[in-house]
T-cell receptor, first 114, second 114 residues
């Protein structure tokens, strides 16, 4: 069955350092992967996505890496800021043309220390 | 541009009652998905609607139902509430259907069943 998991439940980093959040997935048929950020009291917010035909995608201060061989996804945040403190979820989906169902991982809490 | 609006924000119901939650998507968005978020199970997909038709359904009992209106607004209903239904219910809207179309989440409705 489908499952998306995370290696670490909590990650603590110092302000200014780079953060790496990891995610393992088990469905080799997944076509699309997304990282979401969820702050306390808010809904998940889209950060960056990547399709299975890519292995790297960069955004503003964020990079997503996809390793299909080992079914591993990571989110790198450069120069981590206090505002980055949140729970981060990876999600995956299979492109059927019509389905938008996302399967979410359990989440990693990122704590940024000053 | 207004975001996804969910009402009410908080709700307390008694076991055995039923509840209806509402979601107004971003203007122009035709796809609405619902998710349940709990500390134990994380974010789980409930169902997705596009143009008033249910396109996809998660693994939830028949007590959970939904619908979408012609203006794309959506409601979900839970009948015969159980204590385990206590959760944050999130609605996400996207402009189209299928993967690759960014989903925007609302702040959710916090349902507590006592």
């Amino acid at each position: 069955g489908e499952s998306v998991g995370l290696h670490l439940p909590t990650l603590s980093v110092q302000e200014g350092d780079n953060s790496i959040i990891n995610c393992a997935y088990s469905n080799s048929a997944s076509d699309y992967f997304i990282w979401y950020k969820q702050e306390s009291g808010k809904g998940p917010q889209f950060i960056i996505d990547i399709r299975s035909n890519m292995d790297k995608r960069q955004g503003q201060r964020v990079t997503v890496l996809l390793n299909k061989t080992v079914k591993h996804l990571s989110l790198q945040i450069a120069a981590t800021q206090p505002g980055d403190s949140a729970v981060y979820f990876c999600a995956e989906a299979r492109d059927t043309g019509t389905a938008s169902k996302l399967t979410f991982g359990t989440g990693t809490r990122l704590q940024v220390t000053l | 541009k207004a975001g996804v609006t969910q009402t009410p924000r908080y709700l307390i119901k008694t076991r055995g009652q039923q509840v209806t939650l509402s979601c107004s998507p971003i203007s122009g968005h035709r796809s609405v998905s619902w998710y349940q978020q709990t500390p134990g199970q994380g974010l789980q997909f409930l169902f997705e609607y596009f143009s008033e038709t249910q396109r996809n359904k998660g693994n939830f009992p028949g007590r959970f139902s939904g619908r979408q209106f012609s203006n794309s607004r959506s409601e979900m209903n839970v009948s015969t509430l159980e204590l385990g239904d206590s959760a944050l219910y999130l609605c996400a809207s996207s402009i189209g259907q299928g993967v690759g179309t960014e989903a925007f989440f609302g702040q959710g409705t916090r349902l507590t069943v006592v």
